[in-house]
């Protein structure tokens, strides 16, 4: 048993949280030029009506809400449903990144990165699931990152809430393929937006926005679980993940200024 891609995405109604830069506003264009129709949602709504601007009238929705907040994701689910009778996409992009390492190990900015990062995707998954599972139909696709595939320097609280996101992603796969439900993890390498703008090293195989958007398009179009990019970094991670420990840390320890 395969899960199923969405093969066109004109006329799909995808709801991208994280929409106001970086990859979610990437990702909300390419819907949009690609004819869907894209709710969009985050904290910044000046940002959002800026994205809604360039697409046909009624073809988005800015829906502004605080992924830490249930009650304002509930409403603006709520009001997508209302305005359109239902989802075909859920693209939980939205994210923060602190670094954080044991000599300063700030337990509020912990807080706030579990809360954004694993709390805001779980609480989209749980309002939209309903009614993809009455339906027997829909995408869930969540935005982690490589660096929750094992640990990695500098991110003592980032790290733990994308390895959450792989975890919630594989576990949700075997519930939701036998109903009809894709499930898509998404997990990035190294993507040039202000989040990564503060770092202070040469990031590897640094890709752009738009390259981000096509990967997690096109895998989302083959109907892909495992949507990672780009390989040749993504590839790289995944062979370490498998190393014995100790080889592992030294790697790391190698290619990582600490
Ligand atoms: N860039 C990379 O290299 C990279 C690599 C791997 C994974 N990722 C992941 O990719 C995702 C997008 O990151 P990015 O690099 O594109 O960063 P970004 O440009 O900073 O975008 C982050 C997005 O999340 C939204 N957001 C943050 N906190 C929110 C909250 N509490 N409620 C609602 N929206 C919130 C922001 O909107 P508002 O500020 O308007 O709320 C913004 O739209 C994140 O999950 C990140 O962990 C990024």
Excluded at 63 to 87: E, M, S
Excluded at 160 to 170: D, R
Aim: positive net charge; hydrophobic residues 45%; charged residues 20%.
């Amino acid at each position: 048993m395969k899960q199923t891609g969405i093969a066109n995405f004109a006329g799909k109604r995808i709801w991208v949280i994280g929409a106001s830069s970086g990859i979610g506003e990437a990702c909300a264009k390419a819907f949009i030029n690609q004819g869907a129709k894209v709710a969009l949602s985050s904290r910044r709504v000046e940002r959002l009506n800026a994205i809604a601007e360039h697409a046909k009238l009624a073809q988005t929705l800015v829906i502004p809400l605080d992924v830490t907040n249930r009650d304002q994701l509930t409403q603006g689910y709520q009001a997508l449903l209302k305005t359109w009778g239902g989802l075909d996409l859920l693209l939980f992009v939205s994210g923060i990144y602190v670094p954080l390492r044991a000599d300063d190990f700030e337990i509020n900015i912990a807080e706030q990165t579990i809360e954004a990062n694993l709390l805001g995707p779980m609480r989209a998954v749980a309002l939209a699931l309903p009614e993809m599972l009455k339906a027997h139909s829909g995408h869930i696709a969540i935005v982690g990152s490589v660096a929750g595939y094992s640990g990695l320097p500098k991110a003592l609280a980032y790290g733990p809430s994308k390895a959450g996101i792989i975890n919630f992603c594989e576990t949700l796969y075997y519930d939701l393929l036998p109903q009809g439900i894709s499930v898509h993890m998404i997990s990035p390498g190294f993507v040039a937006t202000e989040a990564t703008a503060q770092n202070d090293f040469e990031m590897p195989a640094l890709i752009t926005t738009e390259e981000a958007a096509k990967e997690i398009l096109s895998g989302i179009q083959r109907g892909e679980f495992d949507i990672h990019f780009p390989k040749r970094f993504s590839g790289f991670l995944k062979f370490l993940r498998i190393l014995p420990y100790p080889l592992y840390f030294w790697i790391v320890r190698r290619f990582v200024k600490i």
